[in-house]
């Protein structure tokens, strides 16, 4: 038997360096370099000063997994991302031209 394990958030939730690390389970290094790639723009000016909201969470565990299953570096990640956000926005607009 599999379970799947699930987290909702706050939609104005806002974590920190330190908090995003530990929920992802990621090390700081990489947030800087997700950070560093485009991948996620926090707000702050200094990574004392980050905060992160729900959706960079997403995108942090996004890019794990691009990482971990399909060996993708992280301007692969950075694209993949975008791409997949560029779908989600189709998928939507079609929605609302069905209605």
Known sequence: MHYI??????????????????????????????????????????PLEW???????????TTVRLQHDLQINLPGCALALDLLDELEERRQLSRRKSY
Do not use: R
């Not at 905060?51 to 565990?61: A, G, N």
């Open 51 to 61: 905060h992160f909201t729900p959706i960079e969470i997403k995108q942090v565990q």
């Open 5 to 46: 394990q699930g987290t909702v958030f706050d939609e104005e939730l806002q974590c920190t360096l330190a908090e995003i690390c530990k929920f992802c389970g990621v090390s700081a290094e990489l947030i800087h370099d997700m950070v560093n790639e485009g991948i996620m723009t926090p707000s702050g000016s200094s």
